[in-house]
């Protein structure tokens, strides 16, 4: 073996290799050395996957640091572990979905047959199916846990794995960590139980499909509008994912009778062969679908990711062009929709709420003080909304939220990010502008001259390896002892820290506690609100080798007209504070 890998990458090989592992991952590990493969033997071996509060996600292949049999096989065993300690002599149940991704039923099979095998009754999907389901169905068949096989919009070669908690969310505290202690204690394959127990494997499908869309259904306010815009033209695309087979079942089920699907892109393929990523953010990835809506003349292209928990929209602007809308306004136009509805229909009776992220636009905020609709602001992941759902239950009722980057969730009978259900909703208030005669772009400006014209700008800076891992940190420690004096001509007010749960007033020097609970807990993330209402926000990634700065500016907007121009005045601005900051 090459002198250039070190101690600890070459005991994990030579474990694998005498291990009781598959005569073909032995082979393909002794082919990489006899070809004295370095650099993909160190990708593969210098660490183990690790199971992180949010599970796993890595790139498939052999070896301890990629996505396979093993360390799938590893997690499962670890959260099967905890299942057992939490819930002892307990008839334990645990359901099972998975996406389109390469290696996913695979997975998925793996790991019902270890819980299985730990004497935990499965319920497995005999197809791919949307992760927001997987969530549906932990609560609607009274599962302990659930896991989901899915990689999420990462590319092609990636695979992952998510761990869901009873209450149909992912786990958090204190489950997330003990579930990782878990999995972590796995030191050989030889503690895996890879022989299931066919008897306590259940398929699954259409019945609970059809109670699935039995919720979506349930979440729509206007059907009698609906009804007179039935024939909305909408343009949807799964992009090669699971989104096929719910979405278009679930239009259809509220209504909409006019929706064309992309075909180039309508069969699930892990491959992804239209796009580079299949990510609905991404203008490539809608590129097929705005076209075909070019050509239909179509009122609202939607676009969901491989597993159905995010979702795009495109609509045409005021030149006739096609342009998405970026995560903040979607998630506003479904927070400005189902308020206006439900107090037309007589349902805000002060007990209900919104939820959204901390690094979601304020107008969000904004909407809900003028209807006095609590909004609650929580740490970045669907699991902390989730979170302050399952703590207000039987006192108040959600409404809806979501969070800057794609993912909406409507009604409480789901506990994730829900594409499907948030299609038919985006749908929904299309008809309801469409009814009043204004497009989808007319409505948000209107939004916006009621409620302020918000608009945000991100930056995320990748680096890579352990020298990357300290520079953002570098960068959160300066951010902290080193705050500007002002940014775009503007003072800094309030600095909130998250790390240790405390806001400062900087121009007392007050110190206050920022309360944890209800979605919020210690995390790497600080805050800067500036005298014009401007917020700057600094978030290392959880999942990627990422910090990312979110700039949120805003300004009245007076007439209709001023919005082109009011747009670029925001974005100058945006530009401006990224310049100040030093990040670009």
């Known amino acids: ?163 869901y908690w009873d209450d149909g969310s992912q786990v958090v505290s204190p489950h997330d960590a003990n579930v990782v202690a878990e999995v972590n204690k796995i030191q050989s394959v030889d503690e895996i139980k890879f022989t299931g127990r066919p008897e306590l ?120 062009e096609w342009q998405l809308l970026n995560g903040n306004q979607m998630a506003s136009l479904i927070i400005y929709y189902l308020l206006q509805a439900w107090q037309s229909a007589g349902k805000l009776t002060g007990k209900e709420f919104v939820a959204k992220t901390i690094v979601t636009t304020n107008i969000i905020d904004a909407m809900c003080a003028a209807y006095q609709v609590p909004c609650y602001n929580t740490l970045t992941g669907f699991k902390y909304i989730a979170q302050v759902i399952r703590e207000l239950e039987g006192q108040a009722q959600f409404i809806g939220g979501g969070e800057e980057s794609y993912g909406y969730l409507i009604g409480d009978e789901v506990r994730d990010k829900d594409a499907v259900a948030s299609c038919a909703m985006i749908a929904e208030l299309t008809a309801y ?58 003072a800094p007010v309030e600095v909130l820290d998250y790390q240790n749960l405390t806001s400062k007033n900087l121009k007392t020097g007050a110190v206050s506690a920022i309360p944890a609970g209800l979605g919020i807990e210690k995390s790497n993330v600080i805050q800067l609100i500036l005298e014009d209402g401007t917020k700057v926000s600094a978030r290392p990634s959880g999942t990627e080798p990422k910090i990312k700065f979110y700039i949120s500016v805003n300004t009245p907007l007076n007439k209709p007209e001023d919005f082109d121009a009011t747009l670029q005045q925001l974005k100058d601005k945006v530009k401006t504070i990224q310049q100040d900051l030093g990040l670009v």
């Open 1 to 163: 073996m090459s002198q250039g890998i070190d101690a600890g990458t070459r005991q994990r090989i030579d474990t694998w290799l005498n291990g009781n592992y598959d005569a073909e991952t032995k082979a393909t590990i002794q082919a990489l050395l006899d070809a004295n493969n370095e650099s993909e033997l160190s990708d593969a071996f210098y660490k183990d996957l690790e199971f992180g509060t949010g599970g796993l996600r890595g790139l498939i292949g052999v070896g301890s640091n990629k996505m396979n049999r093993y360390t799938v096989g590893a997690a499962t065993q670890g959260l099967a572990n905890y299942l057992n300690q939490c819930f002892p002599g307990q008839n334990i149940k645990v359901a099972i979905a998975y996406d389109s991704r390469n290696m996913s039923p695979e997975f998925a099979r793996i790991a019902a047959d270890i819980f299985s095998a730990n004497g935990i009754a499965v319920y497995l999907f005999k197809a791919l199916r949307p992760t927001p389901e997987l969530s549906f169905t932990i609560r609607h068949l009274g599962c302990k846990s659930g896991v989901v096989i899915t990689a999420s919009h990462n590319p092609r070669e990636y695979n992952g794995y998510k761990a």
């Open 201 to 320: 494997i259940t398929m699954i499908g259409e019945e609970v499909d059809a109670e699935y869309l039995k919720t979506i259904t349930a979440n729509s306010i206007n059907p009698e509008v609906i009804a007179r815009q039935k024939d909305l033209k909408i343009v949807f695309t799964p992009i090669h994912g699971t989104g096929i087979t719910l979405v278009p079942a679930a239009l259809a089920k509220v209504g909409f009778q006019n929706v064309h699907i992309v075909q180039e892109q309508a069969t699930p393929d892990g491959n992804f062969p239209t796009v580079v990523y299949p990510n609905p953010e991404e203008t490539e990835a809608m590129t097929i679908a705005m076209n075909q809506a070019k050509a239909l003349d179509a009122d609202l292209v939607i676009a969901t990711d491989p597993d159905a928990d995010r979702v795009g929209a495109a609509v045409k602007n005021k030149h006739g």
């Open 433 to 490: 502008a469409k009814d009043k005669g204004l497009s989808l772009i007319d409505f948000l400006t209107e939004m916006y001259q009621k409620h302020g014209f918000y608009y945000e700008g991100l930056v995320s800076l990748t680096k890579k390896g352990k020298t990357g891992a300290e520079e953002i940190q570098k960068m959160m420690a300066d951010l902290r002892s080193n705050l500007p004096a002002s940014v775009a001509g503007s």
